[in-house]
């Protein structure tokens, strides 16, 4: 059964980081892709960004890009997600989820329990 | 960039049946997936490929398609299925995932 554990909630001031982790047991690590989805209050589901570990190549949605830094590590089954100049509008819970591939389209079967982020000075 | 497009809200009384519609551009040619989500609980996976159903999903819930809309039917509703919906497709030319905007399901 596959599995994926998240790292706890965290507070942040605007203008700094927050790091997110994603330990997942169950399966192969390496053949995995790695979603991020997060969901701000009372709002729909916004993907962030994903990673495919065995290549080690991420993408990331537009309206992250360049802020946003999504990596696995392979030793350890864990990928991680990294949000940079944060602001009041980042307040969110973020979601790590498996995708797989079915045809040439991918879906999220297996998620995260999710990680609250609160951006407040 | 792609979007999706759902209705709201939608009620239906117990044993009845729910329609959630899900509208894009070329819709068609795309496979569609759809989450529920509880409160306070993460999404859960009910139909992917446009109509197939994971380990445990209930044959209540079936999906569909028609021209620019794909729906996810649940027949006979429990008051257990009240939740948000969301569909999502995969958007090829950006490689980017893309969710549509949100259905809560009341059940009456």
């Known amino acids: 059964q596959v599995q994926l554990v998240q790292s706890g909630a965290e507070v942040k001031k605007p203008g700094s980081s927050v790091k997110v982790s994603c330990k997942t047991s169950?399966?192969?690590?390496?053949?995995?892709?790695l979603s991020w989805v997060r969901q701000a209050p009372g709002q729909g589901l916004e993907w962030v960004g994903r990673i495919i570990p065995i290549l080690d190549i991420p993408n990331y949605a537009q309206n992250f890009q360049g802020r946003v830094t999504i990596t696995a590590d392979k030793s350890t089954s864990t990928a991680y997600m990294v949000l940079s100049s944060l602001r009041y509008e980042d307040t969110a819970v973020y979601y790590c989820?498996?995708?797989?591939?079915?045809?040439?389209?991918?879906?999220?079967?297996?998620w995260g329990q999710g990680t609250l982020v609160t951006v407040s000075s | 960039s792609y979007v999706l497009t759902q209705p709201p809200s939608v009620s239906v009384a117990p044993g009845k049946t729910a329609r959630i519609t899900c509208e894009g551009n070329n819709i068609g040619g795309k496979s569609v997936h759809w989450y529920q989500q509880k409160p306070r609980q993460a999404p859960v996976l009910v139909i992917y490929d446009g109509g197939d159903r994971p380990s445990g999903i209930p044959e209540r819930f079936s999906g569909s398609k028609y021209g620019y809309t794909a729906t996810l039917t649940i027949s006979r509703v429990e008051a257990g299925d009240e939740a948000d919906y969301s569909c999502?497709?995969?958007?090829?030319?950006?490689?980017?995932?893309?969710f549509g905007t949100g259905t809560k399901v009341t059940v009456l």
């Open positions: 989820a498996r995708a797989l591939e079915i045809g040439s389209s991918w879906f999220m079967d297996y």
């Open positions: 999502q497709v995969w958007d090829s030319p950006t490689e980017h995932f893309v």
């Open positions: 169950g399966g192969t690590f390496s053949s995995y892709t």
